[in-house]
């Protein structure tokens, strides 16, 4: 297993939370697996600045087949960031706590329309729909 979370210093027990955050689910893949079979995955910081300030845009909570996909593929740092971004607003905010980070109240970014969230959260694909050919 590819192990890069010490860089970051995710405890176990965060790492623990954060795949409870995305209810067991690989967010490349959207497959269930059981906590074991998921991977925190680090993602490129050389690009974004902004990552730095969020901790929870730096990582993707993967199963193990994705996770060797995004770095043999490799799937561009674009594509990893894209997922999450299409994180509902609840994955993002437990994460974002698992991981300690409070956003600052004046960041208007922060911000959430409702009505998108809740169209976010029910119009998750179906299981399987982004499963890899093969
Ligand atoms: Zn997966
Ligand atoms: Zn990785």
Request: with cysteine; hydrophobic share 35%.
């Amino acid at each position: 297993m590819m192990t890069e979370v010490s860089s970051m210093e995710i405890s176990s027990a965060q790492e623990k939370k954060c795949k409870t955050a995305v209810e067991n689910t690989c967010e490349m893949c959207h497959d269930y697996f059981p906590a074991p079979l998921l991977c925190i995955h680090l993602i490129s910081r050389r690009i974004y600045r902004e990552m730095a300030r969020d901790p929870s845009t730096r990582i993707l909570v993967v199963c193990e087949l994705c996770h060797k996909a995004i770095h043999t593929l490799p799937v561009t740092v674009k594509k990893q960031r894209a997922m999450v971004a299409r994180r509902t607003f609840f994955i993002r905010r437990d994460l974002r706590r698992v991981l300690g980070y409070k956003p600052a109240p004046y960041v208007a970014s922060d911000s959430v329309d409702i009505a998108q969230v809740y169209e976010e959260y029910f119009d998750r694909c179906p299981i399987g729909a982004y499963r890899m050919g093969g």
